[in-house]
């Protein structure tokens, strides 16, 4: 644990505890991908799964179990108690597309050839892209509510810690993880549009608009 990994957590916790607040709030999921979060539903129990096998700190075990709860009572929301409010016209992108090379690939590029490592390895993969759905249905609609938009930069800025955690690690322990780094990477390019037109509107107090 160091400063760059805390502060990600954090910033994924304030992610989650956005959204949710977001919903309940307005009693509303508008603008919200109820694939992406179908997807990270799965990144967290693909990966959490060694909760039923090894036991490392009070602190991580709170973690795992927060993620996994939250990603259901999203999905809960999204296509249960406000499932009125979903805009299923616009949260349209195939979630195969995205699944299935991924599968694919955490069978041949991983660690170790078991289930739970690759089941690691493939969530791995899936929260570098789970976030497509939701960018796809910002784009499709040409716009984000400011509270949305929140909950991505929050997210998007969780992982991109989560890097400089990487390389702090590699600095000062000389260990790294090159498939957690990589998908990293990949996962905040994906957002440096977004993270772009956030601070240049969003903070100043426009919407954030992108083009359809």
């Given at each position: 644990m160091n400063v760059f990994r805390l502060s990600g957590d954090v910033?994924?916790?304030?992610?989650?505890?956005?959204?949710?607040?977001?919903?309940?709030?307005?009693?509303?999921?508008?603008?919200?991908?109820?694939?992406?979060?179908?997807?990270?539903?799965?990144?967290?129990?693909?990966?959490?799964?060694?909760?039923?096998?090894?036991?490392?700190?009070?602190?991580?075990?709170?973690?795992?179990?927060?993620?996994?709860?939250?990603?259901?009572?999203?999905?809960?929301l999204i296509y249960l108690k406000f499932k009125a409010t979903y805009d299923r016209n616009h949260d349209t992108f195939r979630m195969e597309f995205l699944v299935l090379p991924v599968l694919v690939l955490a069978f041949v590029v991983n660690h170790d050839f078991t289930p739970l490592e690759i089941l690691w390895?493939?969530?791995?993969?899936?929260?570098?892209?789970?976030?497509?759905?939701?960018?796809?249905?910002?784009?499709?609609?040409?716009?984000?509510?400011?509270?949305?938009?929140?909950?991505?930069?929050?997210?998007?800025?969780?992982?991109?810690?989560?890097?400089?955690?990487?390389?702090?690690?590699?600095?000062?322990?000389?260990?790294?993880?090159?498939i957690a780094i990589i998908a990293g990477v990949v996962q905040t390019v994906l957002y440096c549009d977004f993270f772009y037109l956030y601070v240049t509107k969003v903070l100043k107090g426009k919407q954030l608009t992108l083009p359809a």
């Open positions: 910033s994924h916790l304030l992610a989650i505890l956005i959204l949710l607040m977001k919903i309940w709030k307005t009693r509303s999921c508008a603008g919200i991908s109820g694939k992406s979060q179908i997807l990270f539903a799965l990144v967290y129990t693909t990966r959490y799964l060694d909760l039923f096998t090894s036991f490392i700190s009070p602190y991580n075990t709170a973690m795992k179990v927060f993620f996994i709860a939250s990603s259901y009572a999203t999905i809960y390895t493939f969530s791995i993969y899936l929260e570098s892209v789970a976030i497509l759905p939701q960018l796809f249905m910002v784009s499709k609609t040409g716009q984000a509510e400011t509270i949305t938009s929140h909950y991505l930069f929050a997210l998007g800025m969780y992982r991109a810690l989560y890097i400089v955690n990487w390389v702090y690690r590699y600095y000062f322990e000389g260990f790294y993880d090159l």
